[in-house]
């Protein structure tokens, strides 16, 4: 079984403060692990993922995550919040041969402040 | 190339009605999965299917709740007999392969099912 926990259903930064989204997972097998974003009333989009190639992760909009085996995380950040970022964000795991089958955490609200 | 669609974006039911939400993949994509965003929580995953097979139903509730993806047409979830409980927002999304995660999936903008 794999779970995902979300520590912080809200986060609050000013513009151009660094964003830290906690990610933390449970696998008994490697995982690959997501990043999304939910914008009001939208779908979610992906930002980013992590299949077991470089740990270091780039994504869009400037956002980047670090996979971290001994600490089971995949924490997301970026260097500056812009008003822009403010949305709902999900992690999300799945497994070889899980396919698109996702757990996915129950989100964290970010809100960027002037 | 268009993105998933689903519709309605909104539907508004009385308990004990059907609700029917329908999803059209993005072109070429014969995966499509469906999740439940309840309030205040996460997307949990219902079911996968593709064209005319239903793949893994692990996450559909056993009794009212029931997926289709025909070889033509949209997939359809249907929900019979609503309770307030249902009151959610679902997702589909779509892929044009279901075994490897290397392969995004996209997903719609969702259904906002309003059970009263």
């Known amino acids: 079984a794999q779970s995902v926990t979300q520590l912080g259903s809200h986060v609050s930064v000013s513009e151009g403060a660094l964003v830290l989204l906690r990610c933390n997972y449970s696998?008994?097998?490697?995982?690959?692990l997501f990043w999304y974003v939910q914008y009001p009333n939208q779908g979610l989009q992906l930002l980013l993922k992590y299949t077991s190639a470089a740990t270091l992760v780039k994504g869009i909009n400037g956002f980047e995550a670090e996979f971290k085996k001994s600490e089971t995380s995949f924490h997301l950040t970026k260097p500056s919040a812009h008003m822009s970022d403010a949305a709902e964000y999900f992690c999300?795991?799945?497994?070889?041969?899980?396919?698109?089958?996702?757990?996915f955490g129950t989100g964290t609200q970010l809100k960027v402040e002037l | 190339n268009a993105g998933v669609m689903q519709n309605p974006r909104h539907l508004v039911r009385r308990r004990g009605q059907e609700a029917r939400l329908r999803c059209s993949p993005m072109?070429?994509?014969?995966?499509v999965y469906w999740y439940r965003q309840l309030p205040e929580e996460g997307l949990k995953f219902m079911v996968y299917l593709q064209k005319e097979n239903i793949i893994d139903e692990s996450g559909m509730p056993k009794e009212r709740f029931s997926a289709e993806f025909p070889k033509e047409g949209p997939s359809i979830l249907r929900i019979q007999q609503v309770v307030r409980g249902d009151s959610a927002a679902y997702f589909c999304a779509s892929s044009p392969r279901g075994t490897a995660p290397l392969v995004e999936a996209f997903f719609g903008q969702g259904t906002r099912l309003t059970v009263v």
């Open positions: 696998s008994s097998v490697p995982p690959y």
């Open positions: 072109k070429g994509h014969s995966h």
């Open positions: 999300a795991v799945t497994h070889t041969g899980g396919g698109n089958k996702l757990t």
